[in-house]
């Protein structure tokens, strides 16, 4: 997902983490990113899942 992005094929708002700034944490809205996964799921991009891990997403308390 992260080639996507930099490459600008995947347009999400997100937020780049960790020492070197290799990790990406997704921060767009919950309908935008139900949107999101809707498309990605459907799409034909090769290679869309780099990486076997598994993650959990859960709900942020944080207010904008």
Excluded: C, P, Q, V
């Amino acid at each position: 997902m992260g080639k996507l992005i930099e490459a600008n094929t995947l347009k999400i708002k997100h937020e780049k983490t960790g020492i070197e700034e290799d990790e990406l944490i997704l921060t767009a809205s919950s309908s935008e990113l139900y949107r999101f996964l809707e498309k990605f799921m459907s799409s034909t991009i090769e290679d869309k899942w780099e990486k076997d891990e598994i993650y959990t997403l859960r709900r942020s308390n944080a207010k904008s």
